[in-house]
């Protein structure tokens, strides 16, 4: 009988035929390595054991859903098709569910996904929002059924009960755990209704807390406008919420002790500011009418009215002044005019008269005789004495 011959393509063909036919989804376990990204999305490396090694390829529709940061070293578990890659007649496991295998993977897985946000700056201080020191309305995002949010409950109402308390059923566990609480967040910054939001679930193991430590439940706390307290399991208990959260408390109570201000710290605070306030308020006011009295003193003293009396009495001192100036200057004129009168009278000679002295003149003429000179016999003379005047004959 003669052999069939196949052609390279054939019998790549045949192999992947009989592969995927025969052979079903499997569940495969070992360490991850050759890991690298397309620039497309796609994910692909070798699984291995100290004895083989099978390649495997992740679309990027599945890598987006991975909870962690896979990396070369890490141990595994993965669920899938074994399919082959005719161009090259190689094999490989087509992966569709994909979970960290033990602890230690965990903690590497961890540890690589901290690295890698933390790089891109998620988890820097300045990056932190504060809380509000009074707040109103608080966001709880916590399972119903479990004990934290009994705990914020009942720290809440003996701490303040004013302070209102919005719950947000979310789980907390499972593979739904952080879409459920991404959910919770955004709908929370969509309403605007509370003032910061607490994020809560009690203790547990590693992979009971895994929901915080999802990529894309870091990236949506990271988004919030709203301020996040994370209050996830114990103390001890770390996970990536707590690193990029706004504040880390170590237990929901201690969330709703940090966050929750007392009712009678609240009201003595109250009363000191009100006392404050008054007495601001007195000393305004009594700097306030200082001010208003010195105004109106100003306003008074330049007003029209007290302008014209200002100047009435300016005028009536000028007008008492210069009375008293005239009448002053009219005694010392008067004075310095006796003076010249008794001094003319003093040199006048006609005054001399009156002490038996007269005056001689010379007719026609009124020229006055002061020397025998002047005068021949015959001629005729007027000669004035005190009383009058009378003729006389020259001999």
Known sequence: MEERIYTVSEISREIKRVIEQFIPPVWVEGEISNYSVSRAGHIYFALKDENALINCVIWRNVANSIPFQLTSGMHVIVRGDVITYVAQSQYQINVMEIRAAGLGSLYLAFETLKQKLSAEGLFAPELKKPLPQFPRRVGVITSLSGAAVQDILQVSRRRNPAVELVIFPAQVQGDKAADTIIEGIQTFNRLENVDFIILARGGGSIEDLWAFNEEKLVRAMADSRLPIVSAVGHEVDFTLADFVADFRAPTPSAAAETTIPESTIIQSRLSTLTRNIC???????????????????????????????????????LDRRMSLSVVQRIKHSKLRLEKFT??????????????????????????????????????????????????ATVT
């Open 279 to 317: 007495q601001r308020v007195s000393e305004l006011f009594r700097q306030k009418y200082q001010t208003f009295e010195n105004l109106i003193s100003r306003i008074r003293a330049k007003s029209p009215v007290e302008l014209i009396h200002q100047h009435y009495q300016r005028l009536d001192e």
């Open 342 to 391: 008794s001094t003319l009278q003093a040199l006048n000679p006609k005054q001399v008269l009156h002490r038996g002295y007269s005056i001689v003149y010379l007719r026609p003429t009124t020229a006055i005789v002061k020397s025998v000179q002047q005068v021949q016999g015959g001629e005729e003379l007027e000669i004035e004495v005190a009383d009058g005047r009378y003729d």
